[in-house]
């Protein structure tokens, strides 16, 4: 089956400037995650989708990140406008009811860089 | 707020050696996973464990979960090179939430 997709692989941007960045999941998953990963440290989690509905986004920094999964599919995530400590690797990972069972799949994620 | 520790955070050891990992966490959890990341890499998932006792194993490593300690560890039985990376915990918080630890950066040495 095919993988977790995510684009773009990387990204620079100025401080204050905007991003967006893409991820399409396994085909039937429907829960869908995406984690912020600083050189160095653990993933930490920003968002969970189930289906289309959060399921919990309680880290997710609300005055300049946002996400969405319109129609429970792909999903994006959009940073307005970046700071500094905003640069790290953004991974999606995406899990089916059954996939709890045997973790959950990450894509490659986007390497974000903020100067 | 549920907290992960590993210990250690690096691991420098030689080929041919055994050695033990360890991930605490704070609050109740019955279901712990570990993953592995290579340098500039995505993560794979090793092991789950789904109960208190559970064991699991491949190849040179195995992982188990004592959830009444709140503890996993990962073996490594006799280290290879090719088993240098950085390995996650993370343990379900509830509502299929994972919280990851810090990581275990290992590097095995000739």
């Known amino acids: 089956e095919a993988g977790v997709a995510q684009s773009p692989r990387y990204k620079i941007i100025e401080k204050r400037q905007s991003v967006a960045f893409w991820c399409n999941p396994i085909s039937g998953h429907a829960t869908l995650y995406w984690y912020q990963q600083i050189l160095g440290q653990g993933p930490k989690l920003l968002i969970q989708f189930q289906n289309n509905g959060v399921v919990d986004d309680s880290q997710l920094p609300k005055d300049r990140f946002s996400a969405e999964r319109l129609k429970g599919v792909d999903s994006t995530l959009k940073i307005q406008p970046a700071k500094l400590e905003d640069s790290a690797v953004y991974l999606c990972a995406s899990s089916s009811r059954q996939g709890y069972n045997y973790g959950y799949t990450f894509g490659s994620g986007t390497r974000l860089t903020v100067v | ?110």
């Open chain 2, 1 to 110: 707020e549920l907290k992960v520790e590993q210990n250690p955070l690096f691991l420098s050891m030689q080929e041919g050696k055994n050695y033990t990992i360890y991930c605490n966490y704070s609050t109740t959890s019955d279901r712990l996973y570990w993953y592995r990341q290579d340098p500039g890499k995505s993560l794979e998932s090793l092991f789950v464990l789904l109960s208190n006792g559970a064991v699991k194993q491949e190849g040179r490593l195995m992982a188990s979960l004592d959830t009444k300690a709140r503890l996993s560890t990962l073996h490594i039985t006799a280290a290879v090179h090719d088993l240098s990376a950085t390995y996650f915990c993370a343990v379900d918080k509830g509502n299929n939430d994972m919280r990851f630890g810090a990581g275990t950066r290992l590097t095995v040495k000739p």
